[in-house]
């Protein structure tokens, strides 16, 4: 098995490559990010290349252990819960977390389209007026009932310690993490008003945050500050 795990995923962008940061760094995994690496970029290409890989991925994020190469965030997250103590033991409850995982990674992409409504090719100031219009309905709609969803799975969580899933942190945790990061750091008037109904997922937040291994990590230089290149991004227009 290839040691250090090695992580292809756009030099620059926390995106979806972050929840996998987030699960490597919490287990205490060593990894290569390789596309912050020189001549990472060629690698990250050939990962998703289907003459040169017999399971290429439509798009990073994609991890490799050893002669495996596993593709889709939450795919990867499966295996790495499964492998690293990440994920509940039984099979129910890697179910469950499976099914967490997809349905924060349908409102990251929500999320994105708040600024891209149109077309990811192209700019965000050739889609202005849709981005405006797409983002009201976003935070006004979207993001509440998220929100309440997630807010219920904790509070009918029967496991102690104000985790998503069981009484032990989980890379659904993490991943609840990152979503209302990125959420506050492109929604910040819309999250600072809606904090106060969602007590157990801004303390799940807080809890993570105080986490050892991902203190030290968003401390340190391996995390990507936020930018508008990515998923996330602050338009002060969208989040009036």
Known sequence: MTTPYQLYYWDGLQGRGEFV????????????????????????????DGEQVAHPSFAPPVLRVGELLIGQTANILMFLGTKHGLAPRSQDGRLWANQLQLTIADIVAEAHD?????SSSAYYEEQKKEA???????????????LDYFEGVIERNPGRG???????????????????????????????????SYPGLFALHAK??????VAAYLNSKRRIPNNETDIFRHYPELDK
């Open 208 to 213: 993570v945050a105080q986490r050892p291994n």
């Open 162 to 196: 104000g985790y998503a899933i069981g009484s032990r942190l989980s890379y659904v945790d993490l991943s609840l993490f990152q979503l209302l990061d990125g959420l506050a750091y492109a929604f910040p008037n819309t999250m600072a008003k809606l904090a106060p």
């Open 132 to 146: 405006k219009a797409r983002a009201r309905d976003f935070r006004e709609k979207r993001i509440p009932k998220f």
């Open 21 to 48: 940061r987030l699960a490597l760094e919490e287990a205490g995994v060593p990894y290569v990010d390789v596309a912050r690496k020189k001549g990472g970029m060629s690698a990250l290409t050939a990962s998703l």
């Open 114 to 118: 708040t600024h891209h409504p149109i």
